[in-house]
C-alpha cells in the first residue's frame, strides 16, 4: 500500500516558483548529508532515491554521511551549511523531533523544512520467540499489570526514538514497567532473544530470535501485513520514523519546490519502490506541510508524556 498526500500543496508551491528561478537550481551539486551510519540501513534504502534525483534534476547529488549522537551530529552539520537547497538533512522525523524535545540542543524542529520522505520503518513489540508467559498482546498486558513494574523492556538509548515509542505504550496501556537502554538497537533486540529483558520497542522484527506482537502504525504496515496494529486492540499509540529529506529553514520557496517536486516523482519509480521491501521499510510518502504536521501531532504526543512525568528532558 502506497500512501502519498499533500499533492495539492505542491502543486501550489510550483505555481509560485518562477520559471527563471526553475532555471537556475540546481546548477551545482547538491550535497546530502546522511544523519546515520554509512552503509546502514537508512543508506540503503535511500540510495536508490539518490540515484533518481540524479535523472530528475539532471544535476549531481552526492551523499556525505556524519553519523553521531542519535543523528544529532548530522543535524548540526546541516546547520551549518547555506539556506540555499545545496545542503539537505537526510534523517527521520522521530529523530529531530525526539533530539529537539527531549535533548539539550540549541535548534527546533522550525529549524528545518520538510521536503519529502520515500519510506517509514516498521515499529513493534516484540517478544522472545518461544517465550511461555505470554503470546498475545492480550496476555501481555494482562501479566504487566498483574506483576507491575516487573517486566523489562529493551530499547537502544535513553531518549530516543524506541524509549518515547515505549513510553507511549505503557502510558496508553496503563503499565508499568522498567527500560532498560542499550548502545543500539542490535543489543536491544539480542538482549530479548537472550532472555535478559522480557521485551523490545524495536524497528528490527524480522530478527529470528524475537516475536512481534504488535505495530505502532496507524494502519498496518506494507513489510508485516499479518502483524495488528495497536489501534486494531483499542489503543491510541501510533509512533514511528519516516525517513526523507529535509532543508534548512530559509530555503526559498521556489527551490523546495522543485526538490519536493523531484522527490515526489523518486519516490514512485520502479527502483525505489523494488527496494523498499529488500531494506523492510514501508512505502509510506509525506511531503512538506503534510510531514510537518505529521511531526506537530507527534511532538504533542511527546510533550504529553513529558507533562505526565513519564519522559524526562535531559537536564531536568
Same mark, same amino acid.
Given at each position: 500500500? &502506497?500512501?502519498?498526500?499533500?499533492?495539492?500543496?505542491?502543486?501550489?508551491?510550483?505555481?509560485?516558483?518562477?520559471?527563471?528561478?526553475?532555471?537556475?537550481?540546481?546548477? &551545482?551539486?547538491?550535497?546530502?548529508?546522511?544523519?546515520?551510519?554509512?552503509?546502514?540501513?537508512?543508506?540503503?534504502?535511500?540510495?536508490?532515491?539518490?540515484?533518481?534525483?540524479?535523472?530528475?534534476?539532471?544535476?549531481?547529488?552526492?551523499?556525505?554521511?556524519?553519523?553521531?549522537?542519535?543523528?544529532?551530529?548530522?543535524?548540526?552539520?546541516?546547520?551549518?551549511?547555506?539556506?540555499?537547497?545545496?545542503?539537505?538533512?537526510?534523517?527521520?522525523?522521530?529523530?529531530?523531533?525526539?533530539?529537539?524535545?527531549?535533548?539539550?540542543?540549541?535548534?527546533?524542529?522550525?529549524?528545518?523544512?520538510?521536503?519529502?520522505?520515500?519510506?517509514?520503518?516498521?515499529?513493534?513489540?516484540?517478544?522472545?520467540?518461544?517465550?511461555?508467559?505470554?503470546?498475545?498482546?492480550?496476555?501481555?498486558?494482562?501479566?504487566?499489570?498483574?506483576?507491575?513494574?516487573?517486566?523489562?523492556?529493551?530499547?537502544?538509548? =535513553?531518549?530516543?526514538?524506541?524509549?518515547?515509542?515505549?513510553?507511549?505504550?505503557?502510558?496508553?496501556?496503563?503499565?508499568? =514497567?522498567?527500560?532498560?537502554?542499550?548502545?543500539?538497537?542490535?543489543?536491544?533486540?539480542?538482549?530479548?532473544?537472550?532472555?535478559?529483558?522480557?521485551?523490545?520497542?524495536?524497528? =528490527?522484527?524480522?530478527?529470528?530470535?524475537?516475536?512481534?506482537?504488535?505495530?505502532?502504525?496507524?494502519?498496518?504496515?506494507?513489510?508485516?501485513?499479518?502483524?495488528?496494529?495497536?489501534?486494531?486492540?483499542?489503543?491510541?499509540?501510533?509512533?514511528?520514523?519516516?525517513?526523507?529529506?529535509?532543508?534548512?529553514?530559509?530555503?526559498?520557496?521556489?527551490?523546495?519546490?522543485?526538490?519536493?517536486?523531484?522527490?515526489?516523482?523518486?519516490?514512485?519509480?520502479?527502483?525505489?519502490?523494488?527496494?523498499?521491501? &529488500?531494506?523492510?521499510?514501508?512505502?509510506?510518502?509525506?511531503?512538506?506541510?503534510?510531514?510537518?504536521?505529521?511531526?506537530?501531532?507527534?511532538?504533542?504526543?511527546?510533550?504529553?508524556?513529558?507533562?505526565?512525568?513519564?519522559?524526562?528532558?535531559?537536564?531536568?
Amino acid at each position: 500500500m &502506497r500512501i502519498f498526500k499533500n499533492t495539492i500543496t505542491l502543486f501550489l508551491l510550483l505555481c509560485l516558483a518562477s520559471p527563471a528561478m526553475a532555471a537556475e537550481f540546481p546548477s &551545482r551539486t547538491i550535497t546530502v548529508i546522511n544523519a546515520w551510519l554509512p552503509g546502514g540501513i537508512v543508506e540503503m534504502s535511500y540510495r536508490p532515491v539518490n540515484d533518481e534525483l540524479i535523472k530528475i534534476l539532471n544535476n549531481n547529488v552526492i551523499l556525505s554521511p556524519n553519523a553521531g549522537s542519535g543523528g544529532l551530529l548530522g543535524v548540526s552539520k546541516a546547520l551549518q551549511g547555506k539556506a540555499d537547497g545545496y545542503n539537505l538533512l537526510l534523517t527521520s522525523d522521530a529523530s529531530l523531533l525526539t533530539l529537539s524535545t527531549l535533548r539539550k540542543v540549541r535548534w527546533t524542529l522550525d529549524d528545518f523544512i520538510p521536503i519529502g520522505s520515500y519510506g517509514s520503518t516498521s515499529y513493534g513489540l516484540a517478544i522472545k520467540k518461544g517465550e511461555t508467559r505470554f503470546s498475545t498482546l492480550e496476555e501481555f498486558i494482562a501479566y504487566a499489570k498483574a506483576h507491575s513494574g516487573e517486566l523489562t523492556v529493551g530499547t537502544s538509548g =535513553m531518549m530516543g526514538t524506541e524509549h518515547v515509542g515505549a513510553a507511549m505504550m505503557m502510558s496508553a496501556l496503563g503499565i508499568k =514497567m522498567k527500560i532498560i537502554p542499550f548502545d543500539g538497537t542490535m543489543q536491544a533486540v539480542g538482549a530479548v532473544g537472550s532472555g535478559h529483558v522480557d521485551c523490545t520497542v524495536t524497528p =528490527m522484527l524480522y530478527n529470528e530470535t524475537i516475536y512481534p506482537i504488535a505495530a505502532f502504525g496507524a494502519q498496518r504496515y506494507a513489510a508485516y501485513p499479518e502483524l495488528k496494529t495497536f489501534r486494531e486492540y483499542g489503543y491510541d499509540v501510533e509512533w514511528g520514523s519516516n525517513y526523507g529529506l529535509f532543508a534548512r529553514k530559509g530555503t526559498p520557496a521556489a527551490q523546495v519546490a522543485l526538490l519536493q517536486q523531484a522527490i515526489s516523482k523518486a519516490v514512485q519509480t520502479e527502483a525505489v519502490l523494488a527496494n523498499l521491501p &529488500r531494506v523492510k521499510m514501508n512505502p509510506e510518502f509525506h511531503l512538506g506541510q503534510d510531514w510537518a504536521d505529521l511531526m506537530a501531532n507527534r511532538v504533542k504526543k511527546v510533550k504529553a508524556l513529558i507533562a505526565q512525568g513519564i519522559l524526562v528532558p535531559e537536564g531536568q
